[in-house]
Structures are given as structure tokens and as C-alpha cells.
């Protein structure tokens, strides 16, 4: 079994609160967690209104697979309509039993 991280950190120009924060990280989050049927949320800079950090995991039985998976979450992401600046994203394979 592989478990495939991804961990991707974002500017969010426009915000000017924190309501405004959720407000944009909330239909990435639903997006992403229906189309690609991975775990999602925020997993750093909650206090921070201009900056967020998503944490995304798969399981896989095939490390190709997580990694593809996590590769095309990252490009739906990048060329998406939202209203955000990817700072950076690592993703990582873990292999597991």
C-alpha cells in the first residue's frame, strides 16, 4: 500500500479577512476532494488571511498512480478559475506495510 502527500502552499491576493479565506478555500477543497476523490484540508496558516496551506493524501496500491493522481490535483489546481498564486507543493509517496 503507498500513501501518496501533497502539500501545497498558496498566496491569496484578494483577501482581505479571513472570511474571505474560507470563502475561497472552500470550493477548492469541495472540488478537489469530489473530482479527484482524495482527503483535503487546511493544514497551516489558519491565521494568516493571505496565505494558506492545503494538505491533500491518497491510497493507492500503486505508487504511479498516487503520484499521477496528486500530479493532476496540483495541474486542476494551477489552471483553475480560483482566485489564488501557488507559492509551492511537494508531494510525496509513502510506502507503507
Same mark, same amino acid.
Given at each position: 500500500? #503507498?500513501v501518496?502527500?501533497c502539500?501545497i502552499r498558496f498566496?491569496?491576493?484578494?483577501?482581505?479577512?479571513?472570511k474571505d479565506?474560507?470563502?475561497?478555500?472552500?470550493?477548492?477543497?469541495?472540488?478537489?476532494g469530489?473530482?479527484?476523490?482524495?482527503?483535503?484540508?487546511?493544514?497551516?496558516?489558519?491565521?494568516?488571511?493571505?496565505?494558506?496551506?492545503?494538505g491533500?493524501?491518497?491510497?493507492?496500491?500503486d505508487?504511479? #498512480?498516487?503520484?499521477?493522481v496528486?500530479?493532476?490535483?496540483v495541474?486542476?489546481?494551477?489552471?483553475?478559475?480560483?482566485?489564488?498564486?501557488?507559492?509551492d507543493?511537494e508531494?510525496?509517496?509513502?510506502s507503507?506495510?
Amino acid at each position: 500500500m #503507498h500513501v501518496g502527500v501533497c502539500k501545497i502552499r498558496f498566496r491569496l491576493p484578494e483577501n482581505l479577512s479571513l472570511k474571505d479565506k474560507r470563502g475561497v478555500l472552500q470550493p477548492i477543497i469541495s472540488r478537489v476532494g469530489n473530482k479527484f476523490n482524495v482527503s483535503v484540508a487546511e493544514v497551516n496558516d489558519q491565521d494568516l488571511w493571505q496565505i494558506a496551506t492545503l494538505g491533500i493524501g491518497c491510497v493507492s496500491n500503486d505508487k504511479r #498512480h498516487a503520484n499521477e493522481v496528486l500530479s493532476k490535483v496540483v495541474e486542476f489546481i494551477t489552471s483553475g478559475r480560483f482566485e489564488v498564486e501557488i507559492l509551492d507543493y511537494e508531494i510525496e509517496i509513502l510506502s507503507v506495510f
